[in-house]
């Protein structure tokens, strides 16, 4: 820390450190009830509470002090501005607490900070545009980092002044800022933030002022749902790559378009705080309503979506544009998005963390032998995913539905398609989670003769597959004059999907289902999303999901074969058909 900044603190025993523990405070005030929130930001208190207790096995920690210590900065040399607020003191609210102490307290073994990106979501009005200001004035004087380039960055200069010029507004009202931070501009239209005693600056940047390479140590992003792309995000990222603990924060009201780069970081970082994707380098603060909320009729959900309800968003403003939105029903959407973090575009999630997470049981392999099972098979397109899922049915010992699955992705062009997908492919690859194909495309001959190998060690009954693309298997299945276990077309419709997707509903629920964990498979499970037909039949849409959800789909088909009784086989002529023209003989 900067010694023209760096404040000599007390000496403190261990216990009164974590007394003063207001990030772990409010997480903890936040599981218990105490503090009323939204799913996402219970799910993130919930995970720095679960790695308070499991972190160092992943090598992460939390230093209390250094947590302390960026609170302390914000409360004893940063003040705000506007309003009722000109020139006080900034003392961050608990939620604003327990972003910072998250943000600067969490580490690495190695002692430099954990968290490389920070997706912050909440309604307007609730301080996050001074938050994300001071993080900068703390980046550029107080984090002991050598030249440290600090930006408030945005699709276009306008924008990225926004915040940028509530940093200059904390430097006028601040002695001690004011004393060592040099501008450049004139009053009103200052351009540069210079701290010169470290050779470090913090300014604004436009999308198109990015080419000569920027390199930020802390890259602040406001507005994320008014970014038309990633080009932004893309480019603050590249340029963290020399520095060791650089950490880019991105700011938001909720969004529109569930094809943009503002809900892919809410999907992500969902996922992420909910541990349904795995990512130590990821923090997320979303605000949202539960599903059963409604904010035009119960005001005691508007805190989930205003955490500085009282503070800096008062509940007669909000009443106001309640009444004004029944009155004017063509304003009811955007105040529901921008006042209750009610994206006004999307699709909910099939399954609940909470439920699929509850049934995780890394059983051992000989649980799997001597029983039966069925399988379901989603060909995805060449490049995408290719899943097999088993689900093996309960004996006297173990009473539980098993569920197994398999995945297959081409090996070259791996690291593109992570970064496209936004998944760790060679991770899970290299922890056996996933499974890779010569080439560029995943190669089908490939994946029939693993199919045979797996029907070597277990007892498929049947395998259900989606008709599409399975022309290319059972050519490639000749080709190998491979044998196959007994296949049987499993239609995507309504009508076939809907008691499957029903029955794989049902054991997860009731907890007659476990599942070994695979990664790649909770991926799957958190992108789906399902259609209904006036009868309330349900089948998965793939255009709607989060992401890929082949592995969702070959479950719900492989439990589907599951519900005919368990001696029927399943009635497959034309397959056989299709095996017979092509020579295959069959197990």
């Not at 690495?108 to 307007?124: D, H, L, P, Q």
């Not at 470290?198 to 198109?208: E, Q, T």
């Not at 693993?450 to 299945?477: H, K, M, N, P, S």
């Amino acid at each position: 820390m900067a010694s023209a900044v760096k404040k000599k603190p007390a000496k403190k025993t261990r216990a009164a450190s974590l007394k003063n523990d207001r990030t772990t405070s409010y997480a903890q005030c936040v599981a218990s009830g105490v503090i009323v929130a939204g799913p996402h930001v219970r799910d993130a208190c919930a995970r720095h509470l679960r790695d308070l207790k499991q972190g160092k096995e992943r090598g992460i920690y939390f230093d209390v002090k250094a947590a302390n210590e960026v609170i302390e900065f914000f409360e004893e040399v940063l003040h705000l501005n506007g309003g009722e607020f000109e020139g006080i003191p900034f003392v961050p609210t608990p939620w604003q607490c327990f972003v910072l102490g998250s943000l600067f307290g969490w580490k690495r073994a190695n002692g430099f900070r954990r968290f490389r990106v920070a997706y912050i979501e909440t309604s307007k009005g609730q301080g996050k545009s001074p938050l994300a200001g001071g993080i900068g004035l703390f980046g550029l004087t107080a984090d002991d980092e050598p030249r440290a380039e600090i930006y408030a960055a945005a699709t276009k200069k306008d924008q990225a002044q926004i915040l940028f010029r509530d940093a200059v507004a904390m430097v006028d009202f601040s002695p001690l800022l004011n004393e060592i931070i040099s501008r450049s501009g004139s009053p009103g239209k200052e351009w540069n933030l210079a701290y010169i005693e470290k050779g470090s600056f913090f300014r604004p940047i436009a999308s198109d002022e990015g080419q000569s390479g920027p390199r930020p140590h802390i890259a602040l992003l406001d507005e994320v749902h008014e970014h038309r792309d990633g080009t932004v995000v893309q480019m603050m990222r590249a340029g963290t790559k020399g520095r060791r603990q650089a950490l880019i924060v991105m700011i938001t009201n909720s969004g529109k378009s569930r094809s943009s780069i503002c809900w892919e970081n809410h999907d992500y970082g969902a996922k992420v705080a909910a541990g349904m994707i795995e990512d130590d380098t990821y923090f997320s603060y979303i605000c949202a309503l539960d599903k059963e909320d409604d904010p035009f009729t119960d005001e005691s959900c508007w805190i989930k979506a205003n955490p500085n309800l009282g503070i800096t968003i008062q509940p007669e403003y909000l009443r106001e544009l309640v009444t004004q939105a029944r009155g004017m029903p063509g304003t009811e959407s955007t105040v529901k998005r921008l006042n209750f973090c009610m994206w006004q575009e999307g699709a909910d999630a099939w399954m609940s963390a909470e439920i699929w997470l509850g049934q995780k049981d890394a059983c051992d392999e000989s649980l799997y032998k001597n029983r039966r099972c069925w399988g379901g098979l989603d060909l995805g397109s060449t490049q995408d995913l290719t899943s097999l899922v088993l689900v093996f049915e309960p004996t006297a010992d173990d009473p539980y539905w098993r569920l197994k699955p398999y995945f297959w992705v081409p090996d070259e062009g791996l690291a593109k398609k992570s970064e496209d997908d936004v998944v760790p492919y060679d991770v899970w690859k290299s922890q056996g989670h996933i499974e890779t194909t010569p080439g560029r495309a995943v190669s089908r001959n490939h994946v029939v003769k693993r199919i045979t190998q797996i029907a070597g060690i277990y007892d498929i009954q049947a395998i259900a597959y989606d008709r599409w693309r399975v022309e290319e298997l059972i050519q490639a299945a000749s080709e190998e004059q491979i044998e196959l276990p007994p296949l049987t077309p499993f239609g995507q419709g309504f009508r076939d999907m809907s008691p499957a997707i029903s029955e794989f509903e049902t054991r997860l629920v009731n907890k007659k289902i476990k599942h070994n964990g695979n990664p790649c498979m909770t991926w799957c499970v958190a992108n789906a999303v399902t259609d209904k037909d006036p009868t309330e039949a349900k089948k998965f849409n793939k255009a709607k999901a989060n992401g890929r959800i082949d592995g969702t789909v070959a479950g719900a088909m492989a439990i589907g074969l599951t519900v005919k009784k368990p001696e029927e086989k399943p009635k497959n002529k034309d397959i056989n058909k299709h095996l017979e023209k092509h020579g295959i003989r069959r197990l």
